[in-house]
């Protein structure tokens, strides 16, 4: 079975500081990991995507991800934060072995918001 | 990115009444599409899976006679709430992914979104 878990409900982060939106996941095998955004009122937006390849994933908008196989981790990450990066974050996981489900598992979301 | 459109994006009913929602893939072909439900506190519930020409498969716990779903074309999804009641009002989302969803790992592209109240 695949799960994933967003421990932090909401993340304050003051403009211009580094942000951190947490993320842990379980699978049997090797994960497929992504990162979603949702705005107010409106569908997700894709962010970015771990497959396969470098630890550190680039996405839209400057953030970034860094996939962690030993503490199964994916933490989305960003250097310096913008009040405009206030929105609701979501992760989610695939497992693509032969036992896994194609159906991603989406975490709860978690509430950034960045003060000016 | 793929566009994912959804239709109406808003929609205000009587008790009783029927609803469809529309999911659309604009530029690309879906062959699997999603329906979530999203609570006020957030969280997504995936609603059912359905691929183009066969029956969607329903998470557990979903009224399959009152959401009804269905994937006629590999552009077009259609959700439709029978005989609504004000505890069917939400947020609803379509989402919908290309290739063969068993050993895709595209991302998803979501519609903005349907917000359905029911009086």
């Known amino acids: 079975a695949q799960s994933v878990a967003q421990p932090e409900d909401q993340v304050n982060v003051a403009e211009g500081n580094p942000l951190t939106v947490k993320c842990t996941y379980s699978?049997?095998?090797?994960?497929?990991l992504f990162w979603y955004v949702q705005y107010p009122n409106r569908g997700l937006q894709f962010l970015l995507k771990?497959?396969?390849?470098?630890?550190l994933v680039k996405g839209s908008y400057g953030f970034e991800a860094e996939f962690n196989k030993s503490q199964t981790s994916f933490h989305l990450k960003k250097p310096s934060a913008l009040v405009s990066d206030s929105a609701l974050y979501f992760c989610?996981?695939?497992?693509?072995?032969?036992?896994?489900?194609?159906?991603?598992?989406f975490g709860r979301g978690t509430s950034l918001i960045v003060h000016p | 990115g793929a566009v994912v459109s959804q239709h109406p994006s808003r929609v205000i009913c009587k008790s009783g009444t029927s609803v469809k929602i529309e999911c659309r893939s604009l530029?690309?072909?879906?062959?699997?599409m999603f329906w979530y439900r999203q609570f006020p506190k957030k969280s997504l519930m995936l609603m059912a899976t359905?691929?183009?020409?066969?029956?969607?498969?329903?998470e557990q716990g979903v009224e399959k006679d009152k959401f009804l779903i269905n994937h006629a074309s590999l552009t077009l999804s259609t959700l439709t709430v029978t005989s609504a009641h004000p505890e069917d009002s939400s947020f609803y989302i379509c989402?919908?992914?290309?290739?063969?969803?068993?050993?895709?790992?595209?991302?998803?592209?979501f519609g903005p979104g349907t917000r359905l109240t029911v009086l």
């Open positions: 989402s919908a992914s290309g290739g063969l969803a068993e050993r895709s790992y595209n991302e998803q592209f």
């Open positions: 699978v049997s095998g090797n994960p497929y």
């Open positions: 771990y497959i396969t390849g470098d630890n």
């Open positions: 989610a996981v695939r497992d693509p072995t032969s036992g896994g489900s194609y159906i991603p598992t």
């Open positions: 530029d690309f072909q879906a062959t699997t």
């Open positions: 359905s691929n183009e020409g066969s029956k969607a498969t329903y």
